[in-house]
């Protein structure tokens, strides 16, 4: 019992030591996400989305203030801008019941929704992950973006086939909920966010001779500059190696450096957003600490009692079999049904194994490879007033097993 007890104040300090550790790059980073936003990125991207969704969703019409919305929450997503997708789904899932011809029962297009919302693919780097990977003193805190966009885009494409297999069985057909009590959708809900018709596109401050400038002289140097590396690396790894570390070496100073000339060629006020949108980084580290802290502390409990240990020992033979080594085991389970919970999980694995071996990279894709299933579920069909989910559990779920696939397929092949 005596290390149990040290692990209390072991895990609440840990919990501190992390989140001071983290704040810097979070900041940064989001301020980073800031200039795009206002660029106009997330509006462009769901200018370019609008012709899928129609195809995925025919039963909504292309006016609909549904459809904006959920293409602006797809957008979103793809971002990385959480607190952005969330209002922006409650608002196509109200949408949605108002064309709903059974209330209680999720339509064809909710469930759709909701498999791509819980698996969405992100194309931006899963900042909070990467910000605890450095502050756990991670030699490459960004290894694991490659390998997480491949996870998301497993699990959207598992999470949309799920949706057409499942769609197919008799028992997920619609039918009448008359015996259960459905919650009335109101038309005039006054907190719901605005219309989110899709937006025009923005007028450029910058004269169009200089963004084309701009965007020729940078896409020149990075053409010419991959070009040379890549003709230098090939003969010492090889093809797929040299794009292996091309990825690895070149996505993050890309991902600045484009964010950047993006926001300066659309006029925008770079400084002001990066410090706007790091007010955000920083309110989101301070309101995490009583998670970390509950978590981190919980868990040192639960491996100073020896229980852990022995649970991992019992599965261990069989995940090993499968390439999977048993102690992420706690964070596949957790993540679909609580971020925060997740998140503390993963900074203890990370901790206690070490950012830079397999079990701290799968542990960290597996983090950004889907998202909190049964919350997402909880709130968007509470918001449309559906008792019925129909088919939605189960493609939300096998998109979470895609992702937990492709999260592991990923890093077998970056880090062997």
């Excluded at 001071?20 to 200039?35: D, H, N």
């Excluded at 966009?149 to 997920?172: E, K, M």
């Excluded at 299933?373 to 019925?388: E, H, I, N, Q, S």
Aim: glycine share 12%; net charge neutral; charged share 10%.
């Amino acid at each position: 019992m005596a290390e149990v007890a040290m692990a209390v104040m072991t895990g609440a300090s840990s919990a501190i030591t992390l989140v001071i550790g983290l704040v810097g790059a979070m900041v940064f980073f989001l301020g980073l996400t800031r200039v795009a936003f206002d660029a106009g990125l997330r509006d462009w991207l769901g200018r370019r989305l609008a012709g899928l969704a129609r195809r995925l969703f025919p039963e909504v019409p292309a006016d609909h203030p549904a459809m904006g919305a959920m293409v602006m929450n797809m957008s979103s997503n793809m971002m990385g801008l959480g607190n952005a997708a969330t209002p922006f789904g409650l608002k196509a899932m109200s949408e949605l019941a108002r064309l709903n011809t059974m209330p209680g029962v999720a339509t064809n297009a909710m469930v759709l929704f909701l498999a791509i919302n819980t698996s969405a693919i992100t194309i931006f780097p899963p900042f909070g992950t990467i910000a605890v990977r450095q502050a756990a003193g991670s030699a490459d805190p960004w290894a694991i973006w490659a390998p997480t966009l491949i996870a998301t885009t497993c699990s959207t494409l598992a999470a949309v086939a799920g949706y057409f297999a499942l769609g197919r069985l008799p028992v997920f057909r619609r039918r009448p909920v008359d015996s259960l009590p459905v919650p009335p959708v109101s038309h005039e809900n006054p907190d719901s966010p605005p219309e989110t018709n899709l937006p025009a596109p923005r007028a450029a401050t910058a004269p169009g001779w200089v963004r084309a400038t701009l965007v020729g002289v940078f896409t020149l140097t990075v053409v010419s500059g991959l070009g040379m590396e890549f003709g230098r690396l090939v003969p010492e790894l090889g093809v797929g190696g040299a794009g292996k570390a091309i990825i690895q070496d070149w996505m993050l100073p890309l991902l600045v450096a484009g964010l950047l000339l993006i926001g300066l060629a659309s006029g925008v006020r770079a400084y002001d957003s990066m410090i706007a949108g790091a007010r955000e980084g920083l309110d989101v580290a301070v309101r995490i600490v009583p998670y970390l802290v509950a978590i981190l502390v919980a868990v040192a409990m639960f491996r100073a009692s020896g229980a852990l240990d022995l649970i991992i020992g019992f599965l261990d033979p069989y995940t090993r079999a499968i390439g999977v080594p048993a102690e992420v085991l706690p964070m596949a389970l957790l993540r679909p049904l609580s971020g925060s919970g997740a998140f503390g999980v993963m900074s203890e694995i990370i901790t206690t194994h070490g950012p830079d071996t397999f079990i701290g990279y799968l542990t960290c894709t597996l983090m950004g490879s889907t998202e909190t299933t049964f919350y997402v579920l909880a709130l968007y069909l509470g918001a449309a007033g559906v008792v019925d989910g129909r088919h939605a559990l189960g493609a939300c779920l096998i998109g979470d097993l895609g992702g937990f696939v492709g999260a592991t397929a990923a890093c077998h092949w970056f880090f062997g």
